[in-house]
């Protein structure tokens, strides 16, 4: 669901094998497609290296497209997302804060939409029962729909059911056979990844009636665009969202989006959460707040290339800063080094392009992740006391959107280390 980690030789093989490039839009189709930001070859930014893997490194395009009739941004090749799926090894319920996340979102949609005891309730890319689980005491009838490992979890849990595949069209079939229509589907942080959104949004049609609520969310690329988060952009995230193209895409299908509420996803960054029905539906819709964020992000540019090379033109201009702080230090003879191993800092480390004896270790307390290497720049990823032992006068801090919780509570910085912040502004504490 939000930080995905795949098996790291699996997916160096799987890129190999295939990566198709975009030929037109996913939303509308057209071939119309404007690329306006490239940020040269990248590795995949969750395959972290044995040293062994190294030299067998492949790297591909990282670039994105702006669909001018639609307003979708996307990456200019699509790596294939089936065989990365079938071996995923992350399980979401290992993150404390995101566990909290959904326990708020099921007692709000609980309360809500009344949900009893009869009803079904339905998550898409389920992961290993993150959200589901806390539907437990509410209701009898749980299904998750979930292509990955990450299901053997839950797999003999009673009171959770389980479709171990993709959701698409033919899914929806096998769901309609099994189970009831569903009164709500949950679906977080999942549209970024899939491919074929027609096929996606038709299967969600094929099973949803007019009680059935579909509540989204994903990370709100205009707030990418205003603070020039480009860390967000990793192969694994095929399309970059605003309001209106996903208005287009569900209105083709006969839904309405009923209303939205920006929220903030802590890893995934800020985001957005919209509520989704039939446009028949009985359900109260919010049309007149659609309506103004739908202005809004067309008077924003949304449709206009020239945004969107600003951006790219911003990007260029953090890169060259952040470049250059560093560089500073170093001829300074201060030491540095990074803090955490995540896929996002992949992106910021693999546009730095830093020479290999300026950055040699970074931290992280994952153990899965420790006496890896980096993708693309190979800095040895080492546990937290190792990288104290190092005595590191200055630190990139990949894990930006958890700067306060670093700066408070990290041995490194009480012991007087300093942290180089990235985002939102660059800054130095
Ligand atoms: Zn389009």
């Given at each position: 669901m939000i930080v995905v980690i795949y098996k790291t030789?699996?997916?160096?093989?799987?890129?190999?094998?295939?990566?198709?490039?975009?030929?037109?839009?996913?939303i509308c189709f057209t071939k119309k497609l404007v690329k306006y930001l490239n940020l040269g070859n990248h590795p995949y930014s969750n395959s972290f290296l044995s040293k062994g893997q190294i030299p067998k490194e492949i790297k591909y395009p990282l670039e994105l497209k702006l669909c001018k009739k639609c307003g979708l941004s996307q990456l200019s090749v699509i790596p294939n997302t089936k065989k990365i799926f079938s071996d995923y090894d992350y399980l979401s319920s290992s993150s404390s804060a995101l566990d909290n996340h959904y326990l708020k979102l099921v007692k709000k949609i609980t309360k809500?939409?009344?949900?009893?005891?009869?009803?079904?309730?339905?998550?898409?890319?389920c992961n290993d029962g993150v959200l589901l689980?806390?539907?437990?005491?509410?209701?009898?009838?749980?299904?998750?729909?979930?292509?990955?490992?990450a299901i053997e979890k839950?797999?003999?849990?009673?009171?959770?059911?389980?479709?171990?595949?993709?959701?698409?069209?033919?899914?929806?079939?096998?769901?309609?056979?099994?189970?009831?229509?569903?009164?709500?589907?949950?679906?977080?942080?999942?549209?970024?990844?899939?491919?074929?959104?027609?096929?996606?949004v038709k299967g969600l049609r094929n099973i949803s009636d007019n009680k059935t609520v579909i509540i989204i969310e994903f990370p709100y690329s205009l707030l990418m665009f205003d603070y020039t988060f480009f860390d967000l952009i990793y192969h694994e995230h095929l399309s970059y969202?605003?309001?209106?193209?996903?208005?287009?895409?569900?209105?083709?299908?006969?839904?309405?989006?009923?209303?939205?509420?920006?929220?903030?996803?802590?890893?995934?960054?800020?985001?957005?959460?919209?509520?989704?029905?039939?446009?028949?539906?009985?359900?109260?819709?919010?049309?007149?707040?659609?309506?103004?964020i739908l202005q809004k992000e067309l008077k924003w540019g949304i449709k206009k290339i020239i945004r969107y090379k600003l951006f790219s033109f911003k990007v260029e201009k953090k890169i060259n800063h952040i470049r250059k702080i560093i560089y500073d230090l170093f001829n300074k003879n201060k030491s540095i080094g990074c803090f955490?191993?995540?896929?996002?800092?992949?992106?910021?480390?693999?546009?730095?392009?830093?020479?290999?004896?300026?950055?040699?270790?970074?931290?992280?307390?994952?153990?899965?992740?420790?006496?890896?290497?980096?993708?693309?720049?190979?800095?040895?990823?080492?546990?937290?006391?190792?990288?104290?032992?190092?005595?590191?006068?200055y630190s990139l801090l990949l894990s930006w959107n958890y700067a306060n919780f670093f700066l408070n509570n990290s041995s490194y910085k009480k012991?007087?280390?300093?942290?180089?912040?990235?985002?939102?502004?660059?800054?130095?504490?």
């Open positions: 030789l699996y997916v160096i093989n799987t890129i190999q094998m295939k990566l198709k490039e975009l030929k037109s839009c996913r809500k939409y009344n949900i009893n005891k009869n009803d079904t309730v339905l998550d898409v890319g689980k806390h539907y437990i005491k509410k209701t009898n009838n749980i299904v998750g729909i979930e292509p990955s490992n839950i797999k003999n849990k009673n009171k959770i059911n389980i479709i171990n595949k993709f959701f698409n069209f033919k899914t929806s079939k096998e769901y309609l056979r099994k189970y009831k229509r569903p009164r709500i589907i949950t679906i977080t942080n999942v549209l970024a990844q899939i491919d074929d959104l027609n096929n996606f969202f605003n309001l209106s193209c996903i208005n287009y895409l569900f209105e083709k299908f006969n839904f309405s989006i009923i209303d939205y509420e920006k929220i903030d996803l802590g890893a995934s960054g800020p985001a957005i959460r919209i509520y989704i029905t039939t446009k028949n539906s009985e359900i109260k819709r919010n049309k007149k707040k659609i309506k103004s955490t191993a995540s896929a996002k800092g992949n992106t910021l480390l693999n546009c730095l392009k830093i020479e290999k004896k300026i950055i040699k270790y970074t931290c992280e307390n994952n153990k899965r992740k420790i006496g890896k290497y980096m993708p693309g720049t190979h800095i040895k990823i080492i546990s937290d006391n190792e990288y104290l032992k190092k005595k590191i006068d012991r007087g280390g300093k942290f180089i912040i990235p985002f939102p502004k660059i800054s130095i504490k």
